[in-house]
């Protein structure tokens, strides 16, 4: 096993305690890895915050900071005070894992993390517990109350299109782990079900060891595979028929990843090619995930509701019949030395605004169940769902028995087959930081990232400029795709002596390597292509980008080669970038500030 998965049960080795969410210690992000804030109403003026009040930052998880970003500016607007001063609240979107790693250091980094917090909104309180437990190893003061209010509730489903839902009894008959796994199990996919049309079954799931709504399906599959609902034993993950079992549904995994919009976004795009039933079959998500999907606005953010049409093809909310885990969106106010008592009271104030009948509202019509768990008017069979919920609450085993799932699922999830594909042209050796050149960055990057991959994956590497290969052609095949455990070292030492030289021949490039994937593909893996760019096509002889994204979008889903592009530095192409991941139904990444480029690979390889 790689070095950079052998570290996460070793860390959760060390949690004790943790009730929900478990995951690694370095995550960088989970749900885009950037932080952004705003600020409205109260406390302003026309040329920005008022000096003399208090700012309070909140940092909330990416699913709900949109919305607490607007209920923030209402409470703004009534000019609130505490302690005899005024106060406003500004909003930052900050990934669950990436704020529990930023809050469990000695120093908050503003330059990397984006705003210090004093308030603190995970998707679920066991992230504090993390924390907690982080903080203790480094001999740190307790940040974080014992006791949180909470804003809202929703619980992880697994959400299906709603004609497959519907092929497997949707809404009358209960539908859970057991069902997709013999689903995933036949060799008649849907034909099993009538529908040969639909192919094998496909499921979408990120990765655990970075994802809130990917560790808590992978727990929840274990609990299914043995027919328990607590109490799970490090015997029965270990049993021969628990594998089985959990083989055969992350056999099915299309790919992996940091966050659920991935899968979502792509599922919008196929929905909107009148493809809705191609790309995947069923995706782990939260409740309120499946709301935003339908109202054709995956990201969940109120700013962007109705720019985009309501998908042809609707998902529905399929509550696991033996059980699922909940998403408590808690409100740490933080015991820090720079949370004074007017910031303090200024978070209590706004909890009690956000959980007042008038915010709430706000919550229910976003797809949320209110902060005591009970569901909105949105939550109908009609729009998807089934308002009584889960039939059950999971908890997960104990810590030691945890440790056990995750490592057995590092060995059974779906191996994968990857080219890393480098823009060398000559604008990667431009200077960015202390010296470095984009190049060293990225180079230095990429050897980190492929300790990411299982030494049963196979990986390889492609550098592109124009006039690279030895017949001319703009790419040179440096290193054959191989075994990790054997192409690693090697990866590592040819990226560290790559020159900067030339233009940039996206297009062919990525023409070239698709066509060489497609030619060796294998089925029983992840089959990606993972490109770093940082130009725009340069390449007279392929500038055909229309010819390129058909060839990539091909004829079937099932061969499919996914391409995880990455946008490097500002003089990158985000818009052809972003076309091409598209196309590929992969993923467009952002590495505008070059800084970034080590948690962006490490993002992109947790697709893997």
């Known amino acids: 096993m790689a070095q950079g998965r052998s570290k996460v049960p070793l860390i959760i080795a060390a949690v004790v305690g943790v009730a929900l969410i478990i995951a690694a210690r370095l995550i960088f992000s989970g749900g885009g890895g950037s932080s952004t804030s705003s600020t409205a109403g109260g406390g302003t003026t026309a040329d920005g915050p008022n000096a003399e009040c208090t700012e309070v930052v909140v940092a909330a998880s990416s699913e709900k900071a949109g919305l607490l970003t607007e209920l923030a500016q209402q409470w703004n607007d009534t000019d609130p005070q505490a302690e005899g001063r005024c106060v406003y609240a500004t909003v930052a979107s900050k990934a669950s894992g990436g704020a529990a790693q930023a809050l469990a250091e000695p120093t908050w980094d503003e330059a990397v993390e984006g705003p210090r917090p004093d308030i603190w909104t995970p998707a679920s309180s066991s992230w504090a517990g993390l924390t907690r437990q982080w903080r203790t190893e480094q001999d740190l003061p307790e940040i974080l109350p014992a006791d949180a209010g909470s804003v809202a509730h929703t619980p992880l489903v697994i959400a299906m299109p709603r004609p497959m839902a519907e092929a497997l009894g949707w809404p009358d008959q209960q539908i859970g782990w057991s069902d997709l796994s013999a689903l995933a199990k036949d060799p008649a996919g849907w034909g099993a079900k009538g529908h040969p049309e639909w192919g094998p079954f496909k499921l979408g799931k990120t990765n655990p060891n970075f994802s809130t709504s990917g560790l808590n399906a992978t727990i929840g599959s274990y609990f299914a595979a043995t027919g328990v609902s607590s109490d799970l034993t490090s015997a029965q993950v270990a049993d021969p028929q628990t594998r089985a079992f959990i083989g055969a549904l992350e056999n099915s995994v299309v790919h992996y990843g940091d966050t659920t919009l991935t899968f979502l976004s792509n599922m919008q795009a196929a929905a909107q090619q009148g493809r809705g039933l191609t ?272 060839q990539l979008q091909g004829e079937s889903a099932d061969t499919t080669i996914r391409v995880f592009t990455i946008g490097y530095g500002e003089g990158a192409d985000p818009e052809v970038l972003q076309a091409i991941a598209e196309a590929s139904a992969g993923a467009y990444y952002d590495a505008t500030d070059p800084a970034s480029i080590d948690q962006v690979l490490t993002s992109v390889i947790s697709n893997f």
């Open 279 to 550: 790309y995947v079959s069923a995706v782990t998500v939260e409740e309120k995930s499946v709301w935003d999907f339908n109202q054709g606005n995956p990201t969940g953010d109120p700013a962007t509701l109705g720019d985009q049409p309501q998908p042809r093809t609707p998902l529905v909310a399929v509550y696991p019949k033996e059980g699922t885990l909940l998403s408590d969106n808690p409100w740490y106010i933080l015991d820090a030395d720079w949370v004074d008592a007017t910031k303090a009271a200024a978070g209590a104030q706004l909890l009690t605004f956000l959980q007042s009948d008038e915010a709430q509202s706000r919550f229910h019509a976003a797809g949320f169940r209110n902060f005591n768990g009970e569901p909105g008017e949105v939550l109908t069979p009609a729009n998807g769902f089934l308002p009584a919920g889960p039939a059950a609450v999971l908890a997960p085993p104990a810590p030691a028995v945890l440790q056990d799932v995750l490592s057995s699922w590092d060995e059974l999830r779906k191996r994968a087959r990857v080219l890393m594909v480098l823009d060398v042209s000559g604008s990667m050796g431009e200077p960015v930081a202390d010296g470095q050149t984009k190049l060293e960055l990225a180079a230095q990057a990429t050897s980190q990232a492929v300790d990411g991959f299982a030494d049963n994956d196979e990986v390889g590497l492609w550098a592109f400029s124009t006039n690279r290969g030895p017949g001319g052609e703009p790419w040179i095949d440096l290193i054959g795709i191989g075994p990790a455990g054997q192409t690693r070292s090697e990866i590592q030492r040819t990226v560290a002596g790559l020159q900067p030289d030339g233009g940039t021949a996206l297009y062919a490039t990525t023409r070239q390597a698709q066509r060489d994937m497609l030619a060796a593909l294998d089925t029983s893996r992840i089959n990606a292509i993972v490109l770093l760019s940082d130009g725009r096509n340069e390449y007279p002889p392929d500038d055909n980008l229309d010819s390129l994204l058909r």
